[in-house]
């Protein structure tokens, strides 16, 4: 049962390949994120989608590409890889005004 | 196994009270501390981290091994402090970083 989810957990992958990463909210929230956790533990927003409907989209390569099939799924699709690319990606929803519901993040790890 | 404990939903103030949000951790190894605040409709931000021991809007946090806490801490609150405030933890080197649940805090005026 659990809230927010994110596939997978981990992901090793050499560079040049193309990966996504999956998430998806059992809480009927309207809203949706992807932020980034760079080294030094910052969280920076990339996407936030809304209905499925884009709201914000940070200045991120666009070899990034976030995809909304329905409200409950917020998938994060990365092409070209690069070795830069290597970070933990955490999904987050919310509604309204009620605070975040974290993922459990995702490393990935360019080689 | 990680965990953050943020043990409040919401913690209603006056405005010029003092403010202390709880946050405790369970971790075996030595943890780095964070706390994140997100104001009405905007993005998460980082408010301070214990390896800064610097003080960001009045706000200060003193990690406490022997208690496994984190709490943050304003002397005096104000109206503008009114946020979703997050702990978060995070093992030494590239770690994830694991949230508490978030704690509202609502000054009045």
């Known amino acids: 049962d659990t809230a927010v989810s994110q596939t997978p957990k981990y992901l090793v992958t050499q560079m040049g390949n193309d990966k996504s990463i999956k998430c998806e909210q059992n809480l009927g929230h309207d809203t949706m994120y992807w932020y980034k956790q760079d080294s030094k533990k910052f969280l920076k927003i990339m996407f936030s989608?809304?209905?499925?409907?884009?709201?914000i989209n940070e200045t991120v390569p666009n070899r990034f590409s976030p995809k909304s099939p329905d409200k409950a799924h917020l998938n994060l699709h990365i092409n070209s890889l690069e070795l830069g690319d290597s970070a933990v990606y955490f999904c987050?929803?919310?509604?309204?005004?009620?605070?975040?519901?974290f993922g459990s993040g995702t490393r990935l790890t360019v080689v | 196994a990680q965990r953050v404990t943020q043990p409040e939903k919401l913690l209603s103030v006056f405005k010029g009270a003092p403010v202390e949000l709880k946050c405790n951790y369970s971790?075996?190894?030595?943890?780095?501390l964070f706390w994140y605040v997100q104001y009405s409709r905007q993005r998460l931000q980082l408010l301070l981290r214990?390896?800064s021991r610097e003080s960001i809007k009045g706000f200060t946090a003193d990690l406490n091994k022997g208690e496994t806490s984190f709490h943050l801490k304003k002397p005096f609150a104000q109206e503008e402090d009114s946020a979703m405030y997050y702990c978060a933890l995070s093992g030494w080197g590239f770690q994830k970083l694991v949230f508490g649940t978030g704690t509202r805090l609502l000054v009045s005026p």
């Open positions: 971790y075996s190894g030595s943890p780095e």
């Open positions: 987050a929803s919310s509604q309204d005004e009620d605070g975040y519901t």
């Open positions: 989608y809304n209905n499925k409907e884009l709201i």
């Open positions: 214990h390896i």
